[in-house]
C-alpha cells in the first residue's frame, strides 16, 4: 500500500474545497433568505482552495517562492486567515447575527495581516508554521464562542467537535514548540512540520466535517424557521392558536400534578368591527399589533400569550392564582385603555374574562372546560367592555 504523501494531500484538500463550495452553490438554489450564510461560506471554501493550490504549487515548482517572495506559508497562510474569517462570519449569519459585507472584508484583510506581516520577517519556516497553528487556535476558539448559541443543534455540534481537535491538535503543537525554544534546542526545520502528514489529514477531515455540519446546520436552522411559521400569527409576532396549545397542555398537566395554580385570561377587542369599517382593515391590523406588543412587553418570564382568533387573545400564567390573575389582567386592560393614539391606530379598548384549573375537575376536558369558563366570563365582561371578569370572590 503506498504511503500517502504531503503533496497529494494537500492536492486532495485543494480538489474537496472546489467540490464541496460547487455542492454549497446548488444547494442554496432557490432557498433564498433561508439560505443565510451560504455565499460567505462559498466564497471562505474558495479561498482555501486558493491557498491549497498555492501550496500545492510552491511544492511541485520551487520558483513559485521565488515569484511569491514570501516563502512557503506566508501566501497560502494568509489566504487560510481570510477563509477562517469568511466562515466564522457565515457562522454568525446562520446563526442570526450578521455583520455588514465591509466588516467582513476589513477583518479578514486584518487577520490576514497580522500573520502575513510576523510571517514575512520569520526567518524559519518552522516558525511561520507555528504562528499559523496560533492564528488557527485563536479562530478555532471563537468559531466555539460563535456556536454556542447554538449547540443544541447536530450541526453546530459537528463543526464544535472540529473546532475541539483543532484546538488540541494546535495547541499540542504550540506546546511543544514551545517548550522545544525554551530549552534552546535549535530550530525544527528539518522536522519540516508543514510537510508532515498527520496535519494535512487532520486539516483534510476537519474541512469535510466542518462543511457537512453546516451544511447540517443550515438546514436544521430552515427547518426551525418552518417550525417557527407554523406557530406564529403572520400579523402580530405572537403564538396562533395551534402555537399555544401544546404549551397550554402542558401547564396543565404539570399543574394539576404538582398541584401548583394556573390561570388563563381570555381578551377581546372592543367594537373591533367597527374599528375595520371605519377606519379599514389596514387600521384594524395596527390595533391588533399593537395589543400583542403592549401585551408581550408586560409578561413575566414563563408566562405565555397568543392570538387565539380574530381580535382574540389568549394569556397563560403558570404558577398563578385567580386573583393574582386578574390584577395582571387588569393592568394590561389599563394600560391599553391609557395608551395614546401613535402611528395612525384609533384608540381601543379591551375586555377579559380570567379562569384557572383549581375551578374544573381533573379529567381529559379539564383544558376546554378552562377555557371555557374564560370565555364565559369574556362574554359577561363584553356587556359592559372594556373591564376584567374573573370568579367571584
Not at 380574530?310 to 404558577?319: I, T
Request: a positive charge.
Amino acid at each position: 500500500m503506498p504511503a500517502l504523501d504531503a503533496t497529494s494531500l494537500i492536492f486532495s484538500n485543494a480538489l474537496l474545497s472546489l467540490v464541496v463550495t460547487a455542492v454549497l452553490l446548488v444547494s442554496r438554489i432557490g432557498l433564498g433568505d433561508a439560505a443565510r450564510g451560504v455565499r460567505t461560506w462559498v466564497v471562505a471554501d474558495l479561498f482555501f482552495a486558493a491557498a491549497r493550490g498555492v501550496a500545492v504549487a510552491e511544492l511541485l515548482d520551487p520558483r513559485v517562492q521565488v515569484l511569491t517572495g514570501l516563502g512557503l506559508p506566508v501566501v497560502s497562510g494568509a489566504l487560510i486567515m481570510l477563509a477562517l474569517v469568511g466562515h466564522l462570519h457565515a457562522l454568525r449569519r446562520v446563526a442570526g447575527n450578521a455583520v455588514p459585507l465591509r466588516a467582513v472584508a476589513l477583518q479578514s484583510i486584518a487577520l490576514a495581516l497580522v500573520f502575513a506581516v510576523p510571517a514575512a520577517w520569520m526567518s524559519s519556516v518552522d516558525a511561520r508554521v507555528h504562528w499559523m497553528g496560533a492564528c488557527i487556535f485563536v479562530m478555532a476558539a471563537l468559531t466555539l464562542h460563535t456556536l454556542w448559541p447554538m449547540r443544541r443543534l447536530w450541526g453546530a455540534r459537528l463543526i464544535g467537535a472540529m473546532m475541539v481537535l483543532a484546538l488540541v491538535f494546535q495547541g499540542r503543537r504550540l506546546l511543544v514548540f514551545a517548550m522545544h525554544f525554551h530549552t534552546g534546542a535549535g530550530p525544527l526545520d528539518t522536522l519540516a512540520p508543514q510537510l508532515e502528514v498527520v496535519p494535512l489529514l487532520i486539516d483534510l477531515i476537519v474541512s469535510l466535517f466542518v462543511t457537512t455540519g453546516f451544511m447540517l446546520l443550515m438546514q436544521e436552522r430552515m427547518r426551525q424557521r418552518i417550525e417557527r411559521l407554523v406557530v406564529t400569527d403572520a400579523l402580530t409576532g405572537v403564538l396562533n392558536r395551534h402555537g399555544l396549545m401544546a404549551p397550554l397542555e402542558r401547564e396543565l398537566a404539570q399543574a394539576v400534578r404538582h398541584g401548583r395554580p394556573l390561570s388563563v385570561v381570555m381578551f377581546d377587542l372592543d367594537h373591533f368591527k367597527r374599528i375595520n369599517d371605519r377606519h379599514g382593515h389596514a387600521a384594524g391590523d395596527l390595533v391588533l399589533a399593537g395589543f400583542a406588543a403592549r401585551a408581550t412587553r408586560l409578561m413575566r418570564g414563563g408566562d405565555l400569550f397568543g392570538r387565539w382568533g380574530g381580535e382574540e387573545f389568549l394569556m397563560v400564567l403558570p404558577d398563578t392564582a385567580p386573583a393574582a390573575a386578574y390584577l395582571v389582567a387588569e393592568r394590561l386592560r389599563d394600560d391599553v385603555a391609557r395608551a395614546p393614539v401613535t402611528g395612525g391606530a384609533p384608540p381601543v379598548t379591551v375586555s377579559g374574562g380570567v379562569a384557572s384549573a383549581a375551578e374544573v375537575v381533573v379529567s381529559a376536558q379539564a383544558l376546554l372546560q378552562m377555557l371555557e369558563l374564560a370565555d364565559q366570563r369574556l362574554y359577561q365582561a363584553k356587556r359592559q367592555r372594556n373591564q376584567v371578569v374573573a370568579a367571584p370572590a
